[in-house]
């Protein structure tokens, strides 16, 4: 699959990208270009939304769809460490789903560092790709009514700590005693696309 750019209403286009990894290298290159058509950029798992102060011009728009960009480096971002106690009510059946004992599924989850590949579901929510081994499980069949902030979690190729409490459906295999989103803050989102994030164990 080669890159896309696609019309989105009348002052917004698409960039459809390869794969996750080839969308935060393109997020990372529009970003250094520091383009003047450009007023924002909204990064999704393999899209980025580009919304427009005027027409691209026709250079940069085959560069877009042409380029390799260069590996992101990860030791520029900033890092988030996020202590966890895992205690989560569905710790026990992911570790079952995935084949793991709970001390192994702890280790894997603390092991390694996740980035956030995009933020979305709610102001604060980053959705975290990891570095290392991914630890795929679905999606509740039925969503909790009530997830409490903090509440740490899996779904898909995904890890989450929810920002505040809402409804949901991804597994809870513990808590943190975070603010991720808090509007007095001059950055109201700790985490933003590109943030690099370690969880370290707490004593439950």
Same mark, same amino acid.
């Given at each position: 699959?080669?890159r896309q750019l696609?019309p989105?209403?009348?002052?917004?286009?698409? @960039? $459809? +990208?390869q794969? @996750?990894?080839d969308?935060?290298?393109?997020?990372?290159w !529009?970003?250094e270009q520091? +383009?003047?058509?450009?007023?924002?950029i909204?990064?999704?798992?393999?899209?980025?939304?580009?919304?427009?102060t005027?027409?691209l011009p026709?250079?940069?728009?085959?560069?877009m769809?042409d380029?390799?960009?260069?590996?992101?480096?990860?030791?520029d971002?900033?890092?988030?460490?996020?202590?966890v106690r895992?205690?989560?009510?569905?710790?026990?059946?992911?570790a079952?789903?995935?084949q793991?004992?709970i001390? $192994?599924?702890?280790?894997?989850?603390?092991d390694?560092?996740?980035?956030?590949?995009? +933020?979305?579901?709610a102001?604060?929510?980053?959705?975290?790709?990891?570095?290392?081994r991914?630890?795929p499980v679905p999606?509740r069949?039925t969503?909790?009514t009530?997830?409490?902030a903090g509440?740490?979690?899996?779904a898909?190729q995904?890890?989450?700590?929810?920002?505040?409490?809402?409804?949901?459906g991804?597994?809870?295999?513990?808590?943190?005693d975070? !603010?991720?989103?808090?509007?007095?803050?001059?950055?109201?989102?700790l985490?933003?696309?590109?943030?690099?994030?370690?969880?370290?164990?707490?004593?439950?």
């Open positions: 699959m080669t696609l989105y209403g009348e002052t917004a286009r698409l @960039l $459809e +990208c794969d @996750l990894d969308s935060r290298r393109m997020l990372h !529009l970003q520091q +383009c003047p058509e450009i007023a924002e909204i990064p999704g798992a393999r899209t980025l939304l580009l919304r427009l005027s027409p026709v250079g940069l728009v085959r560069t769809i380029i390799e960009p260069p590996p992101v480096r990860q030791a971002a900033d890092l988030v460490i996020i202590d895992y205690d989560g009510p569905d710790l026990e059946v992911v079952d789903r995935l793991l004992g001390e $192994e599924l702890i280790k894997h989850h603390t390694q560092e996740w980035t956030v590949a995009f +933020c979305g579901f102001p604060g929510f980053g959705y975290l790709a990891p570095s290392n991914a630890l999606r069949s969503p909790r009530r997830v409490p509440s740490v979690a899996l898909d995904w890890s989450a700590v929810y920002p505040t409490t809402s409804p949901g991804w597994q809870l295999i513990g808590r943190a975070v !603010l991720l989103f808090d509007v007095t803050r001059e950055q109201p989102a985490l933003s696309p590109g943030t690099r994030v370690r969880f370290r164990r707490l004593a439950p």
